[in-house]
């Protein structure tokens, strides 16, 4: 009898297993193909942004980088592929990728960066962004060491802070990922509010893993 009971409870739970899989895989999300040879996964009922939203995007970054020395969103060669925004508005993630050129640094400069060239950016990294986010009356509450990880294969400069919002007291994570990829650079952010962590990160990390390029 025990056997038989426990040969149910089995069956039972790898059914339940199973449709858990068929769920996870039915798709929420969807694989866009973008210029460059990129395409990356996001859910489906996410806003993806129309080609004169990108261009606003693009208009308030440039405002808020002039004279900080960061013009990688303003170089003449800079291309803004996609931009993304959770729903319902105002939202609490976002997706975007940019492609610049000429490229500043390759995959070999990342692999070689040591502890101390990482730590001694970062000060300078923290100045600018400070400057840009006081133009658009934002505020940098902290910025992390820059590491190098690995994306789809590549070496990635990761910088990763963290901002105020101007509409909620939640502050917003944000993470940077600068790609050289052949004689380009890609730009690959996500960001989400910290107070919405718990649904968006995850969603978030899966992106990235599904960035190709």
């Known amino acids: 009898m025990t056997n038989s009971r426990t040969l149910i409870f089995i069956m039972t739970f790898a059914a339940m297993f199973t449709t858990q899989l068929v769920i996870a895989d039915d798709s929420n999300y969807q694989r866009l ?76 400069d990342l692999r070689a960066a040591t502890a101390k060239d990482l730590k001694e950016s970062q000060a300078e990294l923290a100045t600018e962004m400070s400057q840009a986010m006081k133009a658009t009356g934002g505020k940098l509450l902290d910025l992390k060491v820059p590491r190098v990880e690995t994306i789809s294969g590549q070496s990635a400069l990761l910088i990763e802070y963290r901002r105020t919002d101007l509409r909620t007291s939640s502050p917003w994570t944000v993470r940077r990922y600068r790609i050289p990829v052949g004689d380009k650079l890609i730009e690959f952010t996500t960001s989400y509010r910290e107070s919405d962590a718990l649904i968006f990160k995850p969603i978030l990390d899966h992106t990235k893993q599904s960035l190709r390029f």
Do not use: C, Q
């Open 33 to 108: 193909s973008l210029k460059e040879g990129i395409s990356v996964e996001v859910p489906r009922h996410w806003l993806v942004h129309s080609d004169a939203e990108k261009k606003n995007f693009a208009a308030a970054s440039e405002a808020g980088t002039r004279g900080t020395g960061n013009n990688y969103d303003t170089a003449e060669d800079s291309s803004r592929l996609l931009a993304v925004s959770a729903l319902p508005m105002p939202t609490g993630a976002k997706i975007r990728i940019t492609v610049v050129r000429p490229l500043r640094f390759s995959g070999a």
